[in-house]
């Protein structure tokens, strides 16, 4: 076994609890237990079908099988035996183990391998005949790093890196769409209270005599001239004129109490008081900040949170599986 694969097996193993990836099952095909011994040959073999187990552990790389053969003795023959192998979910493939020294079986994308249906698929296992010293055995070994080079190695490195980032980045997006949704509400809220303020009795007086007293400040403000007898503490100076002229020009803020009615006089929303184009953007935003939406939104994050969790673990374990191929 060359280093790089006994080392990616030991280290799995360890990771998974001592027996995950050096497991071998050893299965016997021709021998004595197997055919029938007569004259010093072996005849009659039969090869019965038989599901084989392996261990089932965590994994964040590709993985494959290898079955080999194991012959000792006289095992020539002119018949070309075989036997079918044929993964969980996957597809069956034929192995002519007296010509072929081994083969390699893989899952359904690569993936782990916890059974094996092994049948034997040749019609002259039973017509065969080997000299007694003839043993033949598969020697499955499950599960071994599906990799034979850094280059190899360093690729699924960076699948698995730009599979983090990827779900990094979404898990930030939801994050952003939730921490929004929950501000749009605070602020709809702040915004409502606000102008429900801004539209109680008492405002809705003050703007009406605001209008009624506008003149007369504007007068007051604008004019020079002050009546004959006021004390000299009470007269206006100019720097007094000056701010009630910025107070008759900001009291046009406060608006009249028309510009908060509708016509049969009941109050506007904060939209109808906005305006049209203004109500189709609020209408936007605020349906994304139901208590439906974010009810969606918060566990849509919570399941991108984890995806993160999951890919950095992934990534931490496929780095220890491939150290060898990754350490120069």
Known sequence: MPKQTLFGALLVSSLCGGTALAQTTVIDVISPARCTPTAGRLTRCSIPTQTLTGTDFMTAVPMRTVVQRALSGNCSTQYPLEVMLTPAGGSATRYSFLSTPSIVLRGLDRQLLTSIELKDSSTWTSIASFADTCRVSLNIDWNQVDVDSSSQAQTLIQDLQADLAAKTLQR???????????????????????????????????????????????????TCEQPAGTPPELLLTDADRELLNQLFFNLGTLGGPGDYTHPDGSLKTVRDFLGDEAKVVIDKLAGRSTPAARAQYQAQYQAAALAVVAAQQKLDLARLQLAPWLTP
């Open 172 to 222: 930030n997006n939801l994050e952003a769409l939730l921490d929004f949704s929950t501000a749009y509400n605070f602020m709809g809220e702040l915004s409502n209270r606000f102008y429900a303020e801004l539209t109680t009795e008492t405002m809705m007086d003050l703007r009406a005599k605001s209008m009624d007293s506008s003149n007369v400040l504007l007068k007051v403000a604008i």
